[in-house]
């Protein structure tokens, strides 16, 4: 019965969604779904800590843990303006043309790739090198710097948009930069935080755990596209103090989070 009524409502609501009989703005959408999927991660958080009867360490690790979530979700809100802000810079503000061949925007995505197939060996080295230098960031402080570095790839940005606001459109290299900074941030934060859920998480909701971290990135993406809903290629004077805020909310961000990453530290520890 309440499958035919969900299976009932939910025809009533693409019908009438078809014929224009409920009109719904987009960012409100966004913004509620924004809102209920936060509240669905907190929730659950929530309830794990003070109701799963967890050890005081399991509780120690898992406010570890929520760290590094939260970490994730700012960084995916910055990353993900790819494929909105970034691809509209590319497409309206940047030189793209190469003799009589012109690039398509998109392409400039493909960097990311790129440089994930080049760079993932030498930070594969990078943490066994410093392991043998009896070094070892925590998932924390690796996941912070990610952010950070992210961050000031929108720095690049911030003076690509004052150039682009001069009147001229700016060399590739500007964009190509930036996705460089991105991707050295994504394989700083997203394989460290994988890992970690398996590591902090309380065995018994491992499996539980690696769907609600999941929710970071969608969390994370939702944020990018209101973020990226202020980003108006009309009115390319307002464009260097859009990317500076996000370098500078994520630069703060990831400092604070750096700074509780040395306390939980000793929380992560096996």
Excluded at 177 to 188: A, I, K
Excluded at 245 to 250: C, F
Aim: charged share 10%; proline share 4%.
């Amino acid at each position: 019965m309440s499958t035919l009524f969900l299976l009932g409502l939910t025809t009533v609501l693409i019908t009438s969604l078809l014929t224009n009989q409920i009109s719904l703005e987009p960012v409100v959408v966004a913004q509620y779904i924004t809102v209920v999927i936060t509240a669905i991660f907190l929730f659950y958080f929530t309830g794990l800590f003070y109701f799963s009867k967890l050890s005081s360490k399991e509780r120690k690790s898992l406010v570890a843990f929520l760290l590094i979530c939260v970490a994730s979700t700012l960084f995916w809100a910055g990353f993900e303006q790819a494929g909105s802000s970034l691809n509209l810079f590319g497409q309206d503000f940047t030189n793209r043309l190469i003799g009589n061949f012109e690039i398509p925007p998109a392409w400039f995505q493909s960097t990311n790739s790129i440089f994930i197939i080049v760079l993932s060996p030498f930070f594969a080295s990078i943490w066994i090198n410093l392991s043998k230098q009896l070094i070892y960031p925590n998932y924390g402080f690796k996941c912070a710097a990610g952010l950070v570095i992210m961050a000031s790839g929108f720095i690049v940005m911030f003076f690509a948009a004052q150039l682009a606001g001069s009147g001229m459109k700016v060399a590739p290299g500007w964009l190509i930069s930036t996705y460089f900074l991105h991707t050295v941030g994504e394989l700083c934060l997203s394989p460290v935080a994988l890992t970690a859920v398996s590591q902090l998480s309380p065995r018994r909701f491992a499996g539980q755990m690696m769907g609600v971290f999941t929710l970071t990135y969608s969390i994370g993406s939702l944020v990018a596209g209101l973020i990226a809903g202020n980003f108006n290629p009309q009115n390319i004077e307002e464009m260097p103090n859009l990317f500076l805020q996000i370098s500078l909310y994520s630069i703060v961000a990831g400092t604070l989070i750096g700074i509780f990453a040395l306390k939980t530290k000793h929380w992560e520890s096996p």
